[in-house]
Nanobody
Framework: QVQLVESGGGLVQPGGSLRLSCAVS????????MGWYRQAPGKQRELVAS???????NYADSVKGRFTISRDNARNTGYLQMNSLKPEDTAVYYC?????WGQGTQVTVSS
């Protein structure tokens, strides 16, 4: 059974940065694409960024140029580097791989 565990969320001021990590157990990591999603209160969960097993990336328009998704197949870990954070980036962030989801990590951008 695949398990995903996110970490790295927290409270940051507008303009600040955070790096989220997603540690994945199991043997599928190097095969499957990974996605980072977020869900703000009262809103639907949305895709923020994704990365294929080969490293091709895709971003939501709202985060292009500010967020960077990456993966380390040797460490079975994915990352989401978030720069120039805005209050509207406040949400619970989830990583996903295959049919599995992590528990989420809260990101709050506020002064």
């Amino acid at each position: 059974q695949v398990q995903l565990v996110e970490s790295g969320g927290g409270l940051v001021q507008p303009g600040g940065s955070l790096r989220l990590s997603c540690a994945v157990s199991g043997s599928i990591f190097s095969i499957y694409p990974m996605g980072w999603y977020r869900q703000a209160p009262g809103k639907q969960r949305e895709l923020v960024a994704s990365i294929t097993s080969g490293g091709s990336t895709n971003y939501a328009d709202s985060v292009k140029g500010r967020f960077t998704i990456s993966r380390d197949n040797a460490r079975n870990t994915g990352y989401l580097q978030m720069n120039s954070l805005k209050p509207e980036d406040t949400a619970v962030y989830y990583c996903s791989m295959g049919l599995s989801w992590g528990q989420g990590t809260q990101v709050t951008v506020s002064s």
